[in-house]
């Protein structure tokens, strides 16, 4: 497997250097796309309430975090091992110029364009898509007497976005929507609907759209209703260019539960060997073993089927530990949370995306520090690279020394990675991210 990953990685170089001309089928770039990274809470952000107006404006982008995208923010992603980039976007929530015929601001689609070219540049694959907006439709799928009006307006909102984008390559993604919610096989024959009307809307404004990679969102990108209610597809007239997508956020207790509740406790701790003796905050179910079992069932019925799954967000929220519980404890589970689902994904040719807010607080799911590009959780980086090293693909010592300095200050590392005790280090060391040489 490691073999298959380093011989990938290269192939991924060589290819990223070369004219795309389409040619590559959903499973290989998805192998190209792993491990990848969601600029949270940039692009998507905005209020419900500017639904089809254009109030948004361009200082949406800062709505939800506080700082604008630049080419140094991207270029810094790929240089933490990132292969791809999901750019989650807002259309209809405050984006929209005329009310009537839905078009889509031109600043706001040129901003979209910037970023999309920011990110080809640094050497990403970029997946953009039409995000929660406002719950103009997501909220909605169940209602079938809205299906008309907004398959229209679905319509409208992807043909303007596939004529923008219909001569960049392969290495752009569509993805139709973000959360549909839909917890019922009837709301799910909907939600089918709303996919077959992506995708044919793409595929008919020609280019590269006819070839491109488009990404089918299972019912609330939940594993379990994904399997169990997505079991036929849309029809592409394209052959082998479908991902599916489904979401990881498990268990609630573990990621995002605040406080302990009547029916059970927060989980502090999670993974084998992290559980702390005496602790209530232990986790008791969901941990390695369900990873497993869940990728594998999306596995066996959409990636062995030739339809790789893409996991567009996953991620967990680090805390600061109440007196009396352990922090190293939930450090460790944090990083052992990522590698697992990260390796385990990748093994299984899936593509993990990892949900980064650029929120610097606590709670969090923050890996990067998008104002000063440092690393703000390097727990969470730390797994995801031992998960790419499990897998073959090569994280470079150097630049763990380097991340680890800049968090751990004034401490001296070796080019090895090693601590230096000294106070005064001799020959060439990393200090505070920088290579340092002393007599």
Not at 259 to 277: L, Q, R
Request: aromatic share 10%; net charge negative; with cysteine.
């Amino acid at each position: 497997m490691k073999q298959l990953f380093s011989l990938l990685f290269a192939l991924a170089a060589l290819h990223a250097g070369a004219q795309s001309q389409m040619e590559l089928t959903a499973t290989e770039v998805a192998k190209l796309m792993a491990p990848g990274w969601n600029l949270g809470n940039t692009m998507e952000a905005g209020d419900k309430a500017n639904n089809f107006t254009n109030k948004g404006g361009l200082k949406a982008e800062t709505a939800w975090q506080d700082t604008k995208t630049t080419q140094a923010i991207i270029d810094y992603v790929r240089k933490q091992g990132f292969r791809s980039i999901r750019i989650p976007c807002a259309w209809v929530m405050g984006h929209i110029s005329n009310a009537e015929t839905y078009e889509i601001d031109a600043q706001w689609m040129a901003r979209v364009k910037e970023l999309v070219d920011y990110s080809l540049k640094a050497g990403l694959y970029v997946v953009i898509n039409q995000h929660w907006d406002g719950g103009w439709l997501e909220n909605h799928i169940k209602e079938a007497t809205l299906l008309p009006k907004n398959k229209a307006i679905l319509t409208a909102i992807w043909t303007q976005i596939a004529n923008t984008f219909k001569d960049y390559d392969e290495r752009l993604l569509f993805a139709g929507l973000n959360e549909p919610n839909a917890e019922t096989q009837s709301a799910t024959n909907n939600l089918l609907e709303y996919e077959q009307t992506f995708i044919n809307v793409v595929r008919q404004t020609g280019g590269n759209n006819a070839q491109r990679i488009l990404i089918i969102q299972g019912p609330s990108t939940n594993i379990d209703h994904t399997c169990n209610f997505m079991t036929t597809l849309p029809k592409d007239p394209t052959a082998d260019r479908l991902m599916v997508e489904v979401h990881y956020y498990a268990p609630w207790q573990w990621w995002g539960m605040e406080k302990d509740e009547s029916w059970g406790k927060v989980f502090y701790y999670w993974g084998e060997g992290n559980h702390v003796s005496g602790s209530q905050h232990n986790a008791t179910h969901s941990e390695e073993g369900y990873v497993e079992e869940e990728l594998e069932k999306m596995k066996k019925q959409f990636g062995d089927m030739g339809i790789p799954v893409y996991i567009g967000e996953f991620g967990a929220n680090w805390r600061t530990m109440p007196a009396g519980e352990n922090q190293q404890k939930h450090n460790a589970s944090i990083q052992t949370h990522y590698r697992v689902v990260v390796q385990k994904a990748m093994e299984k040719g899936m593509v993990p995306v990892i949900w980064d807010t650029n929120y610097r607080g606590m709670p969090s799911m923050t890996i990067i520090n998008r104002k000063d590009l440092s690393i703000y959780n390097h727990y969470m980086l730390d797994g995801i690279h031992e998960a790419m090293e499990a897998v073959g693909i090569p994280v470079t010592a150097l630049d763990k020394v380097q991340r680890d300095a800049m968090i751990m200050d004034d401490r001296a590392y070796d080019l090895q990675g090693r601590y230096l005790a000294s106070s005064a280090p001799k020959g060439i060391y990393v200090q505070n991210g920088k290579k340092r040489v002393a007599q």
